[in-house]
């Protein structure tokens, strides 16, 4: 035990240090944000919660010390500190995602907000491809670091069992875990009835909302059934809990792997179906305009046959007129070569500011989350797997008491 509450000192004040360099990057970044524009909006927003990470990261971490130093009160600090690691660990585990992924959509990202961010005026990014690329690299950082980090908050809850005992820690697990999943059903449900609805499962995918909805109901039957299980004490309660449990898990490992490895074709097959305008005014993707009041489309002609810069139709200029385009982030050009994000030119739809390739490419990683989800709330379930045997076992040599 002694070298368990050692190492637990140890990863808590590491942890201490970490959770406190993310709050003061969040910090920094969001003091940044402000500083560029009037109305940062949606980035000084991520800049804030990313600082709200760091923060809840510094105090589960300063739980957890407290937890391993303390003579007195030590099982309920340290459990406190088991949940508060686990929630932390989900969102960190959920932005390493975002974070890797964030390469292959950042181009559209950084296009949409770089007038608010005013990065042009920086050294690291006078260019968008210079700025891009500073991004990027900066994103596969934080994504490596938050990776890292969740691996050490798993190693310090290996330690938080050990010194507990893993029957205390079951048993509490299983009371929380049971009264967590009332609130994951109803919001699986919610979710799932909202996917119903939504004109995206036109494409053919309405199984997948039907799936969340049914997973709802099992998991809230389920919780309902571990709740009555336990305070009875009946062994065949948790029987029926434990097979309910296995059910849920398979169909959960079935969803994420299917998610996973078929996102893209699922992507797909909605672009199929669907115009990517639609889906993204659907999805509420930030910049989209037309999605509400179509407006009439002016047209696009270029300024000039050898340079890639576009504008709204003018009689005054010889060059054709395509009457079914219309131009994108308008604005004066100061130099004669084009711009990737300014004065370019797409066909008129809802939301011309999303491409084919980058809603395709946002379902996909909308389908991704979705199974990494899904995999979360597995493990989870397996927790609560773990303690209903470990309980209905000591039910069966009459140690419950003892427990």
């Known amino acids: ?22 709050a003061y990057y969040g910090i920094t970044l969001s003091a940044m944000v402000r500083a560029a524009s009037t109305t940062p909006g949606v980035s000084s927003i991520s800049a804030l919660a990313l600082a ?41 585990l959920l932005f390493t995602y975002t974070a890797l992924a964030a390469p292959t959509t950042i181009s559209n990202w950084l296009r949409l907000h770089w007038s608010s961010l005013g990065l042009e005026d920086q050294v690291c990014c006078k260019t968008f491809e210079d700025a891009q690329a500073y991004l990027s690299e900066r994103f596969v950082y934080m994504g490596i670091i938050a990776g890292v980090s969740v691996v050490c908050m798993f190693i310090a809850l290996y330690c938080v069992v050990m010194i507990v005992t893993v029957p ?43 799936i ?7 998991i809230l039957a389920l919780s309902t059934i571990g709740v009555i299980g336990s305070k009875a004490k009946s062994r065949s309660v948790l029987l029926l809990y434990v097979v309910g449990i296995c059910l ?15 996102g893209g074709h699922l992507a797909e ?9 639609d889906i993204a005014c659907e999805s509420g993707l930030y910049g989209c305009s037309n999605c509400t009041d179509f407006i009439p489309c002016k047209g696009a002609q270029k300024q000039s046959p050898t340079i890639d810069i576009w504008q709204p139709c003018n009689s005054s200029n010889p060059m054709p007129c395509f009457t079914n385009m219309t131009v994108l982030f308008v604005r004066n050009q100061t130099h004669t070569g084009s711009s990737p994000i300014y004065n370019q030119a797409a066909e008129c739809s809802r939301c011309p500011e999303w491409s084919k390739t980058q809603v395709i490419s946002y379902t996909t990683h909308m389908l991704d989350l979705l199974g990494i989800f899904a995999l979360i709330n ?13 309980m209905r076992r000591s039910l069966e040599g009459y140690q419950t008491e003892s427990i």
């Open 378 to 390: 597995s493990i989870f379930l397996f927790l609560a797997l773990l303690s209903a045997i470990i």
């Open 1 to 22: 035990m002694r070298r368990h509450r050692h190492a637990l000192q140890l990863l808590t004040l590491l942890s201490i240090v970490g959770g406190a360099f993310v």
């Open 52 to 92: 709200t990470i760091g923060c809840l990261y510094a105090f589960a971490s300063v739980l957890g010390f407290c937890g391993a130093i303390a003579k007195h009160e030590r099982i309920r600090c340290l459990m406190v500190y088991f949940y508060a690691t686990i929630f932390v660990s989900i969102i960190l």
């Open 269 to 277: 097959a909605y672009q199929s179906d669907k115009f990517p305008g």
């Open 168 to 210: 205390m820690v079951m048993r509490d697990i299983l009371s929380v875990l049971n009264a967590m999943f009332i609130f994951l059903s109803l919001g699986a449900i919610i979710y799932g009835t909202y996917m119903t609805y939504h004109n995206i499962m036109d494409a053919g995918q309405q199984w997948m909302a039907s």
């Open 212 to 218: 969340i909805i049914t997973t709802g109901i099992l």
């Open 248 to 262: 849920c898990i398979i169909i959960l490992l079935f969803c994420a792997v299917f998610t996973i490895t078929y």
